[in-house]
Structures are given as structure tokens and as C-alpha cells.
């Protein structure tokens, strides 16, 4: 990307580095107990994002992403310490050219399918805890878990950045509005979209990493497919293919279903059904899309 | 040294239907060429095959020296031959400058930076008649604008081969001559070479030097357009019988 001025990097983006800034310089003073409901948040915002790559930019509804987070928690618990991500980048571009070749409804599927067979095959791994997970004794240290996801997830949101507003972004709008029409003028749709997989899963796995290093160890509920539909239902209720609607949407399902977990116990994902279902028959756009479709000034600062 | 697109007996069979048996072909760049036949002739069909959407089941297609029947589309639009769509395909979230600018960045990647494509873009639309919509939503133009829209996206692409599916289709006389004027205008300036699939015969044979006329996926005649329209069989196939008499 040329630097074409830093102003002209637009409000959206400068208030998410504000905001993450802020957070990073705060972080060493925040109680250890909120701080550890931050970095689930920033884990949760990190899937969002990712999520957001593929079914956000092109319109491919991914069910199997939570996939990619369980290979980055099993990728980190199996070689701990050296923290590899690109088992994953290469689990993700396998999964994806196979799947990327199902349109709409028959790709949804497929990926969750492979999401379901997946954590069938890792059970049955010996060298994988045997269906057990394993367990890690990496210690309890909230700030290095913090800056870790907040590094992954800051380049993540510039990522997002500069693929919605470059080159590729309009080849992504262009597959998303017609894909046919979209090859006929040129673009690669199925590089583009095996690019775009790719990278959400590995900034999928690198979330997952984490979230293995603050569980310290990794279990077979990683696959647990109710993160893929809460890293749906926060894209959906955020704004869809936007910058901003993945971290809305992330703080929307995340606090509350925090706080379900603690007081009215199993309830949460009743409540986020409720809610996603009235969000796509009403606001499909949802909060940041609706914002710029009903607020015209918002369209020039808010995306 | 101009090039030439050439397909040799190419042949495309949909389960037992035969669409295309054994059609041969030539364009040259700058060179107009009309494709005629009656409705399911195969000429939607053709042009699905040279522009790599479908692949043929038998034959050869080459531009340039280079075979190409086997390439996905979008190798065969950076090669430089496009196809607009019978019925306009725009993308309806973007703005028209957005849908040429889409096609100026992947067509034939002459310009990769977004910014210089969306001004450039505005050229191309002022070219073909659409300067002041550069900013509107194509999904607010009215289908005879989707359809320049798609000329402008084709040409974009920086296509030296253009594939024109009835382009000039549903347009009174007086819209018809306009749009006419504006092809061999452009044309000119740019000098790309077409394949002009046409059921407008006035169109087809004020604009092309040389006719294709093709019937149940067969080429009948080929020749230049007084040639074509004189020659009894076209008329029969094309016309009717009874038109056989009423021909000029």
C-alpha cells in the first residue's frame, strides 16, 4: 500500500486505533479480573474480524470457522512456545479450495460439515490427547495473553483496512455483488477468495492460539460449533463487510453472554438466536450498516 | 502485426443437444464481424466459448497463435477479448465509475491503482454516453443505460476483441442511430476489433464488414453484408420462405 497521508485514513479507522491504543497503555492498571474479560473480548473481536474476512467481504456464510480457532489452539498446545501459525494458513487454503468451489447455501454446508468431521478426526489422534485435549502449565500471565491478541488483531484491522479499500477490495465487492460478472470483466474470483480464506483463517487460528494459552491447555470443546455462531451472530448484528461492525458486534454478544454465563446460565444463546433472527428479518445491514443507511451524513466517517 | 482471433470447428454439445457443430470463424483486431441466425442458432453459445465461459467440447480456439479453450474467463479477458452480457449483469451496489474501474484494475491490469482507475473511469463513460452518471448507483439506470454501462465495462477491460451479445437490441429507430454513431465512433478511436451478435439487421449490416450467418449451429453463410442478405438460403433460414420473395 502507497501512504497517501495518514489523514487520509478516514475516522473509522483512526477511532479503532484510538480505542486500542488507549486499551494497550491502560492494560498494566486494569484489575487482573477485568482484564481478563478484555482479552476474551479481544479474542472474541479477533474471530469476529476473521469471520468478517470471508462471509463479511464476499457473502460466503462460513458455519465450519470455528475450525480454525480449535488448529490454532491445537497447533499452539502441540508445539508450545514456538506458537506456528502456518499448519493453520495451510489447514485454511486446503479446506478452502475445496470448499470455495460450493456457492451460497452448498458452501454453508460444506464448511459445516468439515467443521464436524474435523473434530471427529482430531479425537481419534493419539499425538493430540487422544480426545482428552491436552493440558498445558504455561502459567497465568493476563498481560502477555492481552498484548499477544491485541497485536493480532490490530494488524487484523488494518488488514481489513486495506483490502476494503484497495484494489482487491472492489474485485471483492465486484465477486459479492456478481460473480459471473465479475469473471467476465477479469477478476480472479477464485484467487480472491482463496485469498481472503486463507488469511481469516489464520487470524482465526492465531485467536484460537490464544485462547488455548489463557485456558491453559486445549480440549475437544474447542470445536464447539456454538463459536462459529456466535462469530456469525456478531458479524451480523455488527455490520457485515464493515470495519467497524465486527468490534461492535463482538462487544454486543460478548458482554452480555458474559454476563448470562454468570447469572442466568445457558440462557445466552437463546437470547442471541432471538436476537440475531430479528437483526436479519428487520436490519439486515445491521448497527453499522443501518447507521450509514439511515443517517447520510454518517456515510463519509462511519464504514 | 494485427491480431487475430480464430476459432476452428468448434463444436459444443449440452448432453444430446448439439448447440454449435463445426462453426469456423476469424476475427481480426480493428475488424467488425456480424454474427447473425435465428433464435437458438447457438450464437449466445459461440460467444460463451470464445470468452471461456463454456469450453468446447471439440475444436480449437486461439488468439494470437495461443489456444485459449482451455483458459477460465478471466485468463482470457487479461489476454485482452471481452463479452458484454445479453442481459446487463452491473454490479448494483457500485456507482457506474465503480463497475469500469472494477473492470480497468482486473481487465487486462493496465492500471492497478484504484484511485487513477475511478478517474479514469469517468472517461470511459463519457465516451460512451453515460459521463453524467458516473457517480449514480447503476442500479438506478434504465436498462438501456445498463447496457452502455456494459460497452463501457468491456472496453475497460482494455479488450482488443470485444463479444457484443444484442447490444442493440429493444431500441426505437431514433435510439438505435444514436447508438449506432456512437459504436462506430468508438470503435474507431480505439480500434479494437467485434464479434457482434445481432437479431437487428439493420445494426448488423451497417456495422460490420463481413457476416457470419449461422443456423442450428452451423455456419450457412459467410460474406460481406450485401453478399450475405442477397443469398437465398440466409433468407430462407433467417427470414421464412415467404420472405424469399419480399428480399430486395
Known sequence: MRLRGIRSFGPTLWGIALFLVVLAGTAPWIPVFLLTVLIQLLIFSTLAYSLNLITGL??????????????????????????????????????????????????????????VAASYIVLEIKELGDGQGIILNIG?????????IWVILAIEVILTYWITHGRIGYGVRSIKSDEDAAKALGVNAARVKLFLYALSGLFAGGAGGVYAWTASGVFPQAFDLTFSLQMLAMIVIGGMGTLLGPLIGAVAVYIPSYIFLTVLIGFQFIIIGI??????????????????????ELRGILE | MTRVLDVADVHKYFGGVRAVQGVSLKVQEGQVVGLIGPNGSGKTTLLNLIAGVEKPTKGAISWDGQRIDRWPAHRIVGQGIAKTHQIPKPFLTMTCRENVAVAMMFGNHAQRESSKALEEAAHMLALVGLGRKADVMSSKLTVQERKRLEFARVLGTGARIVLLDEIFAGLSPEELRDAMNLFERVQKEIG???????????????????????EEGMKIAEGSPRAVVEDPAVIEAYLGTEAVHAAP
Open chain 1, 275 to 296: 436476537v440475531v433472527t430479528l437483526i436479519a428479518l428487520f436490519v439486515p445491514e445491521g448497527i453499522v450498516g443501518s447507521l450509514r443507511k439511515y443517517i447520510p
Open chain 1, 58 to 115: 464476499t457473502g460466503y456464510v462460513s458455519f465450519g470457522h470455528v475450525v480454525f480457532m480449535a488448529f490454532g489452539a491445537y497447533a499452539l498446545a502441540f508445539a508450545v512456545g514456538t506458537f506456528h501459525l502456518h499448519p493453520v494458513a495451510g489447514v485454511a487454503l486446503g479446506i478452502g479450495g475445496v470448499t470455495l468451489r460450493f456457492r451460497g447455501v452448498y458452501f454453508a454446508i460444506a464448511t459445516l460439515v468439515v467443521a
Open chain 1, 140 to 148: 497465568f500471565e493476563p498481560l502477555s495473553w492481552f498484548y499477544t
Open chain 2, 192 to 214: 479494437f476489433g467485434a464479434l457482434v451478435v445481432e437479431h437487428v439487421m439493420r445494426a448488423v449490416l451497417t456495422l460490420s464488414e463481413h457476416v457470419i450467418v449461422i
